[in-house]
């Protein structure tokens, strides 16, 4: 029978979508996503949600209430570690739970454990269970799986090339055609954060894009290959054992060091745990390479648009002046 | 004699005081957290790092004036930021002029190298391994001493007849303790604080409910940044269990999970079914564990923007309706007034009280007495 699985378009579904779409297909189930995130969505959100909990959290609940009765199933993954050395923010490891039990209604959630350290947990492991749930035959299963990997591999290979998530994204599961990459602008920024954060329109008020129209060219650290962050030094004596806070750190060091770019813009949500320290570690780092300007932008629910703009401006302006541009 | 510093974590200094003295350095008592403390934490630390950042970051601020130059801590490997807490001190110390060393102690089991290079720093005695493990063998006995009293005080508040009467017991007889050096001597000064607050003069009838308290590690056992909630909750009437206590906590981390723990885990298994950092999953599973043992409620303690206590406090919802147990979550952080707790809480004592004796009017209560 085919099932419609509902995936948030928000937290990991920017770095793991590609996989999950063709691995669902490949079952023979229907997809759907939540879309881009809107007012309402964030208000439902926001309302539903936990006052403390951060605006990413907020922002998937919303994505996940907006699925609910367009659905069978809720793909709701606990991903726990997917590079053996870094796991992800509490928050993602409680998140099949905190939908569970955390909501006002219940959700036929499917909640699938990922965590490549273990054998029990392992990618393989955790994709079979969810094909046997559905009780698909295990050569398909296995078919389904090997799209995914595929799928994952080929995302990687668009990211590095410069391609940002949201376009790579609609590329790989909708065969869209990959936009034309920006006329380089007189500036170069690297704008780092979550990709949830970043490459989310309408949480960081579209940010990219209005760095595009000042003339600014923009990495993020999805950009850069994941072996090139990984070598870096980021001068702690532990390293940071959240995923996407470990590779934000040291992708500002590697920003800061090659001096490629004009200047870094640290994008943040008001309650992220991690990036308390991050962005402190990278305040810090910053201070050591007084030649690349250093900004950190926090956003929330109560943000305005024009309050970014015109930091955002400032920003450029201060740039472009440094530079005599 | 390296001047070294750790730190502030209840009465917990006296033992480590004792410990770090018997290797040979020379200890800076961290103050007890105070304002001063918490305006340089906010001063210096990250603005939306949790409460128990800012409070150590102003405790090595003022230890440092004082001239520490070692800070002792723990480590932890995460996810929760305590893990990293060291990293982040270390990089803004040093970048506020304070060229402090620090050692931090990871779980030895995971890294025994580690603790024992650590262990050989912090030993300017130069004592043998044997000496050293007499000496932490002596300072665990003494944070046993240190925990057991002051559960006696749980139980011993809520019905003293002479509001007071416990707390200021409790303040004398600690300093006995510091006395002690010997473990002979440690189990004397034991013996002797807890016959002394069991002297004190009890109301055994009286009607006390039972609390648990449960949450994040370093706002359950630090007063100062509780605001003293143990000792608001007995005044109101009110036994408290508290679901951590240091001695307990080490062992946990340090051998091996202890029954309890592990019913704990046991228990939390339907709602959070991995450790999520923190205390997220001890905190489901001691509510569920108190609902069972037939308490009239749990209150949560957190700091602040603690990302695995906002996971459990999600999950709690469900868990309160689900055992029937009321509960309360304080998210503390440095604007946290203590009037206005005191205020929940005897909302929250009002409450647990209807639903208890129904049929008594809350006027007779020895809260509204008091």
Redesign the interface.
Known sequence: MQYKIGIPASLMYFTQYPAWHAFFTGLGMQVVTSGATTKKLLDQGVKE??A???LPVKVYIGHVLSLKDKVDYLFVP?I?CLNKRT?????F??MP??VK??LSCQLPVLDT?IDVRDRKTGLWPAYKSIGQFFKKPLRQIARAYWQARRAEKALTRLLTRGYFPPAALAHLTQGKPLPARPAAGNLTFAVLGYPYLVHDPFVSFDLLGKLNRLGVRVYTMENVPVKALQQQDSE???T???TFSDLALKAAFYFFRQRRVDGIIHLTA????????V???ME?TA?DYPQVPFMSL?IDEHSGEAGVMTRLEAFVDMVRRKKGA | MPRVTFPHMGESYRAFKMLLEDLGNEVILPPRPSKRTLDYGVQY??????FPLKVLMGTYVETCQMGAEIIVTS?G?????A??Y???H???LH?IGYPVELI?FEPPLLHPVDFLRNIRRLNRARLSYRAVWECIKRGWRKLQALDRIEALTHVIRPREVQKGSTSKTYRRVLNYLDQATTIDQIAQAEAAALAELQALPQDKERPVLKVGLVGEIYVLLEPASNLEIEETLGHLGVEVDRSMYLTGWTRDNTISHTSITQQVHQAARP????C???H?RETVGHTIVYAQHGYDGVIQLAP?????E??????L???SARYNIPVLTF?LDEQTGKAGMTTRLEAFVDLMRRKKWPALSVASQPAAAM
């Open positions: 949600a936990l403390d909990a951060c606990r726990v796991i992800y923010c509490p928050k490891l409680g739970d905190m039990y955390g454990w702690l004596d532990k940071m054992f959240w008001f309650g992220c745990g991690p990036d308390s320290m962005d402190k570690l810090l201070h926090t | 630390a990250p603005e939306f790092a949790c480590g490997v995460g996810p929760c930021r893990g990293q060291g990293q982040v270390k990089k803004i970048h931090v709602f959070i079914p991995l999520i950092g923190g997220g602040f923007t603690c990302i695995p906002i996971v459990a406090k999600t999950v919802t469900s868990v998210f």
